[in-house]
């Protein structure tokens, strides 16, 4: 048991790779419904916040799986940066998907509007009304969602820097179950 | 501990090889990047976002920190709306069922500068906050024209850009208004109406319209279309007309309040099928269904500047269940481009005359 895994636990890589689709989901949904006037706008925003407050509950369901599960080490030949670099930028991941949909919802509340799922479903305000910290946070939020996608893209970049460049197994970790070959 | 032990060998990459992957990296990370930049807007200059709307609002207007971008000029009342339970049949909406629900509006004057003498615009508007018992809100911003001179987003662009600043003579081009509404034979029932037109001498004496159509959806789900007025209990008489100087408006307002609240009554018109439900240009016509929703109590007025309402998006949106909007596109083009002027303005308030009275005292 004290074995190190080769790959991620099945409920750890079914987290990544469906709160991948949703984050990219929700980059790409934030960033056209503040730069249109259509319907668009109306009905990206009402996907944008139950997605997000998904996104709030799944982050915290995978920090519950990412500290009970083992996670299989970077290879030993990886360069001190590099090491530094993917543990630095995981734990910017992490935190960027908890605050985010965090901030969104402290946001709504202090603009004092009704913080509204759907057309009946909706969610305690977390601040009271405040025009200059809704202010803030909405730029804070808009801010650090193009913070978030560029890590993503670093990330992504990283992992195929592995598996096309390196050809090592931290992709394949993420991948499958099963060792290769 | 130790990690993961010999990896496989792997022969070294070509330097071609490697070239050829780096740029595969590239390739991937630069799509992925294209495209976020085409669903922003940055590769896709051309489309009107809610920056331009609010852009071309401060280019005509000129920035006044701290105030809204459109209708700058305004004064918070209170007061809370009495349902006469007769849109329940209508709309499962809170508002329409419970006896009394909380009121903040907005009487404001349809234009971008908060300086604008009250007789320059012959409109003026009032927007209302309901907040229901049930914490969902109904948010409205109504004007006291019949009909909105576009029905679309572009259009009302189009109508502000005809307004900017010719950059050679730093003042409008005379003939593109004109020009503008050539092209919009739309506009025929806006223009028609504005010809008779007089700046009111009061806020009280005015009936003010949604413009665009909604939806009441009743507990069974049925949907109906719909246009709202507000429509005052109080009428001067005849002949009334605007005095002298900029700021009567809201002096007679507050003398008026002094004197007991002030009421309108909501009046819903029941859109007829095939009766134009996306296009706030075109009126419907007489003969509609009304239905009395209740009155509208308003008892007392703030300032704008440091009044409740002064923080408040009246993002026509904002909607509780049993109100949804229609598909008319100037709805979300409202609420898109009113998001932009409240992030601009809320960055702002410090900068607002009545913030800088209070941080000298």
């Known amino acids: 048991m004290s074995a190190q895994p080769n790959h991620f636990a099945p409920l750890a890589r079914l987290l990544h790779w469906l709160m991948a689709l949703m984050i990219i989901a929700m980059l790409f949904i934030g960033a056209g419904m503040v730069a249109s006037v259509s319907e668009r706008h109306e009905w990206l925003i009402h996907l944008h916040k139950p997605l997000g407050i998904a996104i709030l509950l799944l982050v915290i369901v995978r920090l519950g799986v990412r500290f009970s599960t083992r996670q299989p080490p970077l290879p030993a030949d990886l360069p001190g940066w590099q090491v530094l670099a993917a543990k630095a930028s995981h734990v910017l991941l992490y935190a960027l998907m908890f605050i985010l949909p965090l901030l969104g919802w402290a946001m709504i509340s202090a603009a004092g509007d009704p913080v509204m799922l759907s057309s009946s479903l909706q969610l305690p305000s977390i601040l009271p009304a405040n025009a200059q910290v809704f202010a803030f946070l909405r730029k804070a939020h808009g801010y650090l969602a193009y913070l978030l996608f560029l890590t993503v893209l670093l990330h992504l970049a990283a992992a195929l820097f592995h598996a096309w460049v390196r050809r090592d197994d931290v992709l394949d970790s993420m991948l499958r179950g099963k060792d290769r070959g | 501990m130790v990690d993961r032990s010999s990896p496989p060998p792997r022969p070294p990459l070509s330097a071609a090889s490697l070239t050829l992957r780096l740029a595969g990296i590239a390739v991937v990370v630069a799509v992925v990047a294209g495209a976020f930049a085409y669903v922003n807007a940055t590769l896709d200059p051309q489309r009107l976002t809610p920056k ?8 005509n207007n000129g920035v006044h920190p701290g105030f809204r971008r459109n209708h700058s000029k305004g004064v918070c009342v209170i007061g809370h709306f009495e349902s006469s339970g007769e849109a329940r049949s209508y709309s499962s909406a809170q508002v329409f069922n419970e006896a009394r629900t909380p009121v903040v509006g907005r009487f404001a004057l349809p234009a971008g500068n908060p300086y604008a003498p009250d007789n320059s615009v012959p409109i003026r508007s009032l927007a209302l906050r309901f907040t229901q018992a049930n914490g969902q809100q109904w948010r409205t911003g109504m004007n ?3 009909v909105f001179p576009v029905g679309t987003p572009e259009a009302f662009y189009q109508l502000q850009q005809a307004q900017s600043p010719d950059p050679a003579t730093g003042k409008p081009n005379p003939a593109a208004v004109p020009a503008f509404f050539g092209a919009h034979p739309e506009a025929a029932p806006f223009l ?51 005095p002298e100087g900029g700021d009567f408006l809201e002096k007679d307002l507050v003398q008026r309040i002094a004197t007991g609240p002030l009421r309108w009554q909501l009046n819903l018109t029941l859109a007829n099928p095939g009766d134009p439900v996306n296009d706030a240009s075109k009126a419907w016509p007489d003969g509609r269904k009304v239905v009395n929703a209740g009155t509208l109590v308003l008892e007392s007025t703030q300032p704008q500047l440091n009044g409740e309402c002064r923080d408040i998006n009246y993002d026509p949106l904002v909607l509780p269940a049993g109100i949804e909007g229609s598909d008319d596109p100037l709805l979300a083009a409202r609420s898109a481009g009113y998001a932009s002027s409240y992030l601009r303005r809320t960055s702002e308030v410090s900068q607002l005359p009545a913030a800088k009275q209070e941080a000298q005292q």
């Open chain 2, 192 to 242: 028609a109406w504005i010809k008779t037109a007089k700046p009111s001498a009061s806020y009280v004496t005015e009936t003010y319209n949604s413009v665009n159509a909604f939806y009441l959806v009743n507990a069974a789900g049925q949907k109906q279309a719909v246009r709202w007025s507000m429509v005052p209990l109080v009428q001067d008489a005849a002949g009334a007309t605007a």
């Open chain 2, 144 to 146: 006291s024209m019949p």
């Open chain 2, 52 to 59: 331009k709307l609010i852009n071309v609002l401060e280019t």
